[in-house]
């Protein structure tokens, strides 16, 4: 079994940073990417950033100059750090991890964590 938890949401007034960190844990044969989806009010949840092991990191392209990700492959953690904050990046964001077992690949989701960005 595999748990992973989210930490650093919270509210946060436009223009300002906020950085977000998963941790993923237990029974891990081998992780095949991790990263970070978010899900704004009355929408669809939304890829921001995805590092895939030896084939670098997924972007959503809107993002790029504002967010980055960071991912230790060592202590299986990823974190996300947010600059220049929008109101329109108040979501719910949720820490992404695609375990491999040997025979199959499986997703395992954080409960999410809330970014507010207001004044």
């Known amino acids: 079994q595999v748990q992973v938890v989210e930490s650093g949401g919270g509210l946060v007034q436009p223009g300002g940073s906020l950085r977000l960190s998963c941790a993923a844990s237990g029974s891990i044969f081998a992780i095949v990417a991790m990263g970070w989806y978010r899900q704004p009010p009355g929408k669809e949840r939304e890829l921001v950033a995805v590092h895939r092991s030896g084939a670098g990191t997924k972007s959503e392209d809107s993002l790029k100059d504002r967010f980055t990700i960071s991912r230790d492959t060592a202590k299986n953690t990823v974190d996300l750090q947010m600059n220049n904050l929008k109101a329109e990046d108040t979501a719910v964001y949720y820490c992404?991890?695609?375990?491999?077992?040997?025979?199959?690949?499986?997703?395992?989701w954080g409960q999410g964590t809330l970014v507010t960005v207001s004044s």
């Open positions: 992404y991890v695609r375990c491999a077992t040997g025979y199959s690949d499986f997703d395992v």
